[in-house]
Each structure stands twice: as structure tokens, then as C-alpha cells.
């Protein structure tokens, strides 16, 4: 059965410096990885996502993430956080065909201080 | 033009009563999902449709049930609330990427 292991719960950092969410995910055929923000009272919002060509996925707000299937891994990053970035992240893992539902992390809550 | 649009956005009820919550997608997708999330964040499936047929059924209570009357409404309809069914319910569609609604967070007091 498909899984997502998110293993951090809460990760504090300070605005400006570098940020890195871990995400391994099990799934039996090809995965297609999503990484979701999520603010206070708020509905998702698609950060990026991947299916295939480049292991390194841009995305909005200047996040990144790298697909590396030998570790079955598909970390968030971003190079310098502001204090907006504090929310909750989401790593899912799903099928390209739709025939299966997204399978979520528990998630991460990124804390931002000064 | 909300892709995928829930209502109501809110919604609190006394325990035992029966309740909906709708959801439309406007995308032309056949497939469609609701998510709970619980206090603790978690977005787990509930139901999956493709193209108004249940597809799966992830061991949710009876009092639970999902009606598709079309290929672009899912809604959900609960009986006897529980105070454990406090959540934000998600609705979501699929066509080569998931799309989700805005959530309905549902209080049972």
C-alpha cells in the first residue's frame, strides 16, 4: 500500500535562513508526488508537483523540490524563508491516472522567527 | 470561476442531527474524492467516485454517504452526527492533477 512519511512534525527556523522539509514516500508503481501548503484556517494550496523529466521540480512562492527514486525521496526547499512561509506542508504521493486517491504525510508545521 | 467549489464553508450542528455538505467541480473531470482532515492535520480518503460510480470506500462509518447525481457533483451527506465528526471535510477531482475545494469545516456541538 502506497505511504507517505513526513518525518519531521515541527521544524523552526529563522526568517532568511535555508529550509529543507523531508519526504519518503512507498509506492508500487511510478509515483506522482505533490507537495500542498497549507495556512491557519485555510484550504490547500499547491506548492509543486512531479511525474517525470527533471528531478528538480520548481514550484511557487520559490520553493523547490528533488525526486531521488533510489531514495525514495521528494524533499521541499527553499533557499531563504520569509515569515509568510509559516504554515503546514503536506508531502502526497498519487497515481498519474488518477486511479488511486493522494495518500498524505502528517505533515510538517514550519515555525518562522525572527 | 471556482474550479472546485464546497458549500457551506461552515458548518455547526448539534449532535444527532443529519446533515450535507455539496460539492461541484467545473473541470469536466470524472473523478472525485472527500478527504477528512482531523485535529491533528491529517487528510485521510473517505470516498472516491469515478464518473458517478463509487470506486472506493476507505472504512468510513455508515452514517456516511456520498451522492453523485452527475459527474461533476460529489456530495456528502451524514447522519446522526457525532461529535467525532468534527473536521474539515475536502472535496477534490482529478483529471492528470488534484484539485481541491476549500474545505468545509464541520463543528458538531
Known amino acids: 500500500a502506497q505511504s507517505v512519511t513526513q518525518p519531521d512534525i515541527h521544524i523552526t527556523v529563522s526568517e532568511g535562513a535555508s529550509l529543507e522539509l523531508r519526504c519518503n514516500y512507498s509506492y508500487g508503481a511510478t509515483p506522482y508526488l505533490f507537495w500542498y501548503v497549507q495556512s491557519p484556517g485555510q484550504g490547500l494550496q499547491l506548492l509543486l508537483k512531479?511525474?517525470?523529466?527533471?528531478?528538480l521540480v520548481q514550484g511557487i512562492k520559490g520553493f523547490e523540490a528533488e525526486f531521488k527514486r533510489s531514495q525514495s525521496s521528494f524533499n521541499l526547499r527553499k533557499p531563504s524563508v520569509h515569515w509568510s512561509d509559516a504554515a503546514e506542508y503536506f508531502c502526497a504521493v498519487g497515481s498519474y491516472s488518477g486511479n488511486t486517491p493522494l495518500v498524505f504525510g502528517k505533515g510538517t508545521r514550519l515555525s518562522v522567527i525572527a | 470561476d471556482t474550479a472546485v467549489s464546497q458549500t457551506p464553508k461552515y458548518l455547526v450542528t448539534q449532535m444527532g442531527n443529519d446533515k450535507s455538505i455539496k460539492c461541484e467541480q467545473n473541470l469536466g473531470h470524472d473523478t472525485m474524492y472527500w478527504y477528512k482532515q482531523d485535529s491533528k492535520k491529517f487528510l485521510k480518503i473517505m470516498f472516491s467516485y469515478n464518473n458517478k460510480e463509487l470506486i472506493i470506500n476507505e472504512t468510513v462509518p455508515n452514517r456516511f454517504s456520498p451522492k453523485s447525481p452527475d459527474k461533476a457533483h460529489l456530495n456528502l451527506h451524514i447522519n446522526s452526527l457525532e461529535l467525532g465528526d468534527s473536521a474539515v471535510y475536502f472535496c477534490?477531482?482529478?483529471?492528470?492533477?488534484?484539485?481541491f475545494g476549500s474545505g468545509t469545516r464541520l463543528t458538531v456541538v
Open positions: 512531479y511525474f517525470s523529466g527533471d528531478t
Open positions: 477534490a477531482s482529478f483529471a492528470r492533477g488534484y484539485t
